[in-house]
């Protein structure tokens, strides 16, 4: 647990010292990237707080525009009190106090185009963000994941993901095999990504589109029900020397693979 240390002059602690009706809903995002992300997306902010110490960047001058442009005010303080703030992590001089993030329906996800990735029960902050910011990269219409046993959208995640997260839809649902039968009868086929006896290889599928892309959480894998409701289990093939990869970096490879070959039919 952090340390806390007396106010000083000009460091703005008294100004954070709020009623707490007014601070049930603030989140603090930290690290450039995310912040310059979560300015630039939908989510409310309330004041972003530079340390008087942080080093100028491109970033940060976007950071201090994008404030600007949407009417958000930039307090300078004294990066200890950052670090009071948010505790043992890198955020790089900035910090900023926002609205909670807002999860998408599940309409907004069907209605797009690409690949929608469920995740089943994935816990990791550091793999959901990597994993978010791969499905961005490689157009996917959006994320799915449990409402039960799996990380939600938090602070980390947004970091991890360098802000992905503020321009992909992502749906919390509360029964996820449900969800995938619906998306089943709309058209979609349901891939999931795991190894076993009754998986083929990525690399020589042709895979089926539209699609889910289903992810397991590392270990178990995929859960039992879930992987009943999929079409066709995949599996990368990789050296014997590893036991296997992430969930992060396999989904990424699944990612890439289904965007080639929807661009190859295209």
Known sequence: MPTHRPARPGSGRADRERPRSARVHVELLYGRNAVRESLRGPRAIHRVLLSDNARPDDRLQEIVAFCSARG?????VDRADLDDRVGPVNHQGVVAETGPYRYA?????????????????????????TLIRSALAFSAAGILIPSD???EITPAV????????????????????????RLKEGGRWVVGLDTGPDSVSLAVTRLPLPAVLVVGAEGPGIGRLVRERCDLIVAIPIS???????????????????????????
């Open 105 to 129: 329906d599940m309409a907004d996800l069907v209605g797009r185009a690409g690949v929608i990735v469920a995740l089943d029960h994935l816990q990791d902050p550091q793999n959901i963000g």
């Open 72 to 76: 958000a005010s930039v307090q300078r």
């Open 158 to 181: 947004v970091n991890a993901s360098s802000g992905a997260t503020e321009h992909l839809p992502i749906a919390r649902v509360t029964n996820l095999v449900r969800e995938l039968d």
């Open 149 to 151: 046993r799996a990380a």
């Open 240 to 266: 014997a020397a590893i036991d296997s990869l992430n969930a992060a970096t396999a989904a990424s490879i699944a990612l890439f693979e289904l965007e080639r070959q929807r661009l190859e039919d295209a």
